[in-house]
């Protein structure tokens, strides 16, 4: 997958992992953050005790405020009560302002006010919501926790984007990203995987706007500036998500649409309309589709992520809007989730492999099935250079698939990108081993087992062990499952993918740059984006701006329209210091916020040698326009925070 591959050619810890900053930090607030010695079923990255009292249900009603940037109302917890002992509530908050508290029983009139107060500001956590049960309060099993709170302007999750960065220019939107940590900065609540919560709420918004949410939209809802959402199954609290602007619906297919701006709405259909297909063909493969809707999200370029799996609606960035559908395996990979992620969702997030290198298996199932082995192998190959790339700097401890360790201390979620290619390559060596006609019903009996269940790595295992390993004796050992899991690097024994065409990009890129051989030489007209990407990819250190500046009028990389190709080059740009592609390359980063399309060309411009200074005005420049989590990324990546 393109982007996937990319993200890991150049350290995926910019784009997916350690969105806020590796935390050293003496003080830990006033909760403990978990038990010693370390304990994978713990979540770490919480301060709610889930194993003394979960939430089952989550109701909320908030005013969205475009003016003052925050949402603001009420977020009610049905919770139940699992030890008798338990005395106070403790939530996840982050940046809240909280306004009152109250605790009651299911049923009953009477509301009791409950004193609370907001621990220690830790770095990366936030700051724990103590709620004390008021005297003669007593609940036998569920009761129901109401805070009243605001949102604060500079939330995490929430990006408030003003008119001028809207493809409309006439309205604002605003819209959230909770992965990993962030839902606690626009609700109050238990915000970890392992707590599994059903929600409903109420949205109010500016008359002309409409809201949407990871939840079940109608898409013929009036336009009145007051709606309603449901989410009967499940979910954890990392696929809360909510967005509002002006926003249109299009049908793609019968359970498939998409939602984004008037101006997008054309564009969007056209290079999503493979989206139905896509839906009808994962369920073939890996089970049904247990959500009702499939709808996509089309958000303005400044999103930080290429797409975000938020249940019945895939957040996506419309920066993979090419004109030629070749960026689609992103939707593969968001619809995938609904499976592996969204159905079976990693318990915490050391196993965050379990929710992305398995959907990285599934997105290259669907790319296979629905657009050829040779796309699919492809990108593949992008994957797997990607991944050798990071093996290089990412240290020996993060390079299995479940670390025997992962704390706050190392960041939001460290090295978390090499999980996506060494999962997918774990479950394809398999599926090579044991033949798909054993591996498929494998896969989807895993789904079935564990449906709306968060999971340990050691969950999988035993499952792994009992359903596929045991059960067809003599193939591949638990043994060898476990050098994945948790050991290093990649066993010796895979074969890494292959594709002809990739290699071809690979030779000529040589041939170019050391011969200064004539690219008419090679039939690059015919050449797949993914192939484009590989021959700057695959250029030496030592190219020359002369160099670069005959491929750059070849190819027309600076005037691209594909991003994948204009974040490949514009690095490789920076890298060389091909000045006459700067005003291009400036261009480029106003345009994104998606942390994958800038952070690497911001961290070449820093690297080489020269233009540490211009990197950092560059930044002041842009940092307006950026999402928190990218702000937090791009200082970073060039050492200003
Ligand atoms: N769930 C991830 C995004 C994410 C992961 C956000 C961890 C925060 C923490 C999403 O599904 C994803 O992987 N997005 C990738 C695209 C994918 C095709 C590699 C992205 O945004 O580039
Ligand atoms: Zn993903």
Do not use: C
């Not at 003052?68 to 908050?93: C, F, N």
């Not at 990649?490 to 000529?508: G, Q």
Request: hydrophobic residues 40%.
């Amino acid at each position: 997958m393109l982007m996937k591959s990319m993200t890991l050619t150049n350290g995926a810890a910019f784009l997916l992992g350690a969105a806020l900053a590796p935390a050293t930090f003496a003080q830990v607030g006033t909760m403990p953050t978990g038990p010693e010695p370390y304990e994978p079923h713990h979540d770490y990255y919480s301060f709610a005790e889930t194993g003394r009292v979960v939430t089952k249900h989550l109701a909320l009603d908030l005013s969205v405020d475009f003016e003052r940037r925050r949402l603001e109302g009420s977020a009610t917890l049905h919770m139940r009560r699992l030890d008798p002992a338990l005395t106070r509530v403790v939530l996840d908050t982050r940046d809240l302002s909280i306004l009152d508290a109250h605790v009651s029983l299911p049923g009953a009139g009477q509301q009791w006010r409950a004193t609370f107060h907001l621990g220690n500001r830790h770095p990366l956590l936030g700051r724990p919501l103590v709620v004390e049960f008021p005297a003669g309060f007593d609940p036998e099993g569920d009761f129901e926790l109401t805070v009243s709170y605001a949102s604060s302007p500079d939330a995490s999750a929430l990006q408030w984007l003003p008119p001028s960065l809207t493809a409309g220019g006439e309205h604002p939107l605003m819209f959230s990203q909770s992965q990993a940590i962030h839902a606690r900065s626009w609700v109050p609540l238990q915000d970890s995987p392992a707590a599994r919560i059903t929600y409903e709420a109420t949205l109010r918004t500016p008359d002309d706007m409409r809201a949407v949410m990871s939840a079940d939209n109608d898409p013929d809802t009036p336009r009145d500036g007051e709606y309603h959402f449901e989410m009967p199954q499940p979910i954890p609290s990392y696929l809360l998500a909510i967005a509002a602007g002006d926003l249109h619906f299009e049908a793609l297919g019968e359970d498939t649409g998409v939602y984004t701006e008037p101006a997008l709405l054309e564009a969007s259909a056209w290079e999503f309309a493979g989206t139905q297909d896509m839906l009808d063909m994962a369920e073939k493969r890996f089970g049904p589709y247990d959500w009702g809707r499939y709808d996509l999200l089309i958000l303005p370029p400044a999103f930080p992520y290429g797409g975000m799996e938020n249940p019945r609606l895939s957040f996506i960035t419309s920066s993979v809007l090419a004109g030629d559908r070749s960026l689609v395996s992103l939707i593969a990979h968001e619809l995938a989730h609904s499976w592996s992620g969204n159905l079976v969702t990693n318990r915490t997030w050391r196993d965050i492999w379990l929710n992305e290198g398995t959907t990285s298996y599934l997105e290259a199932r669907l790319m296979e099935a629905l657009y050829g082995q040779d796309r699919a192998d492809e990108e593949r190959v992008l994957s797997w250079l990607g991944l050798k790339a990071d093996l290089e700097r990412v240290p020996t401890h993060f390079q299995a698939l479940a670390p025997a360790k992962v704390l706050p201390e190392d960041g939001e979620s460290p090295q978390q990108g090499m999980q996506y290619p060494k999962g997918q390559f774990f479950l394809e060596h398999m599926e090579r081993q044991f033949g798909r006609n054993r591996f498929d019903p494998f896969m989807q009996g895993y789904f079935k087992a564990f449906s709306w269940q968060s999971i340990t790595t050691e969950d999988f295992l035993e499952y792994l062990d009992e359903n596929l390993l045991s059960a067809y004796p003599g193939i591949f050992s638990r043994a060898q499952a476990e050098a994945w899991l948790y050991g290093p690097g990649i066993p010796d024994d895979f074969e890494p993918p292959v594709s002809k065409t990739l290699e071809a990009a690979t030779r000529a890129a040589r041939g170019f740059a050391s011969d200064n051989a004539d690219l008419a030489e090679w039939d690059t007209g015919s050449w797949s984006p993914q192939a484009r990407v590989q021959f700057i990819e695959a250029l030496p250190a030592d190219i020359t701006a002369g160099q670069l500046a005959t491929a750059d009028a070849h190819f027309g990389f600076s005037d691209s329209g594909n991003v994948a190709i204009t974040r490949a080059w514009f690095t490789r740009v920076a890298q060389s210091r091909f000045e006459a592609a700067y005003p291009a390359l400036k261009a480029h980063l106003a345009r994104y916020g998606r942390m994958y399309l800038v952070v690497p060309v911001y961290r070449a411009l820093a690297e080489n040698g020269v233009d540490a200074a211009l990197a950092r005005d560059l930044f002041a420049q842009n940092r307006g326009s950026y999402h928190p989590i990218t702000r937090g990324a791009v200082a970073r990546a060039i050492g200003t925070q």
